[in-house]
């Protein structure tokens, strides 16, 4: 059996150290590098499985993807980052590629999309598991496709994903669509929580003929069926954007082969250089020191 293609929504774990590790790593420069220092301990730790294809997803910005064009108030319960998380964020991703490692952003796309695009492209002849902490990238799961929370060490199927929402992972997008997703600020269809959600999709299959047969929907058996068939009538503009704006973009262009997710040789004398920068102590400088002598 070849090697899964490992992903990584690099991003949810810089900011999960941002917020999690205390304020007591410091550079050179004075700059606060605490998510520096965790995510640098969780690459440590993901590389001990010894992937043979990895590549680390980053968002390059809360503002400038292709979302914000569609719908302006996607993500704008979030503060943008400040000037120090910017300079943390960038350390990343230096990191990143000094370890050896592909690291992927771009302005248009979020990491989700360069995700479901990898997953696309390299998942045909190899399962794909996905290191995150977002469950709504199990839209892209197939069959033997897994996202791995890697902090709890839990991993979820398909199956496991169909049961916490209710759907296929198929119709994870149109679910979120239509019940809304208040981490991302989408609000979804007034009065069309979860279940309905679910069981709507449950007996239409998709959105698209959920709001094409809404006259069905008056003469189903579900609750409140005529005030939903309404909500959907009214509201039908409203939930196809949305629509737009939870699905995944798996067709993103860009110009990367397989082979270019096989770590490669870190640098080390950039990395010693940079745990100088970063004043890092003496125990993750020997951890990264091994990993140039592997």
């Known amino acids: 059996m070849m090697a899964p293609v490992y992903l990584v929504d690099a991003s949810i774990y810089i900011f999960r150290s941002y ?3 205390p304020s007591t790593f410091v550079a050179a420069n ?4 605490n998510a520096v220092y965790g995510y640098t301990n969780f690459v ?3 590389l001990e499985h010894e992937p043979q294809c990895i590549a680390f997803a980053f968002d390059e910005s809360l503002v400038t993807c292709y979302r914000n064009a569609i719908y302006p108030e996607y993500k704008a319960n979030r503060e943008l980052p400040d000037a120090n998380l910017e300079f943390q964020l960038a350390q990343c991703q230096r990191l990143t590629s000094l370890m050896g490692l592909c690291g992927l952003s771009l302005e248009d796309y979020e990491a989700d999309d360069i995700i ?3 997953a696309r492209r390299f998942g045909v ?3 794909i598991c996905i290191v995150t902490r977002d469950k709504d990238l199990g839209q892209l799961l197939r069959k033997h496709d897994q996202l791995w929370d890697f902090a709890a060490d839990v991993r979820l199927g398909p199956d496991d994903v169909a049961e916490k929402f209710g759907v296929l992972p198929n119709q994870l997008a149109d679910f979120l669509a239509l019940a809304g997703d208040p981490v991302d600020n989408i609000p979804g269809a007034p009065g069309i929580g979860s279940k309905t959600a679910a069981v709507l999709l449950g007996e239409f299959e998709s959105l698209d003929k959920l709001l094409s047969k809404t006259d069905q929907v008056r003469q189903s058996g579900i609750r409140a069926a005529a005030r939903i068939a309404e909500t959907l009538e009214r509201h039908r503009s409203e939930i196809e954007m949305y ?3 939870t699905a995944i973009h798996c067709e993103v ?3 990367i082969e397989l082979g270019d997710l096989a770590p490669s040789k870190p640098d080390a004398a950039s990395l ?3 745990c100088d920068e970063m004043a890092f102590g003496q125990r993750i400088r020997q951890r990264i020191e091994a990993r140039t002598h592997d």
């Open 253 to 255: 262009p860009m110009d």
């Open 44 to 46: 440590l730790d993901l």
């Open 272 to 274: 010693r250089e940079f």
């Open 125 to 127: 002849n190899r399962d």
């Open 19 to 21: 917020f999690s590790i």
């Open 243 to 245: 629509r737009q704006v």
């Open 116 to 118: 479901g695009s990898l």
């Open 30 to 33: 004075g700059e606060l590098v």
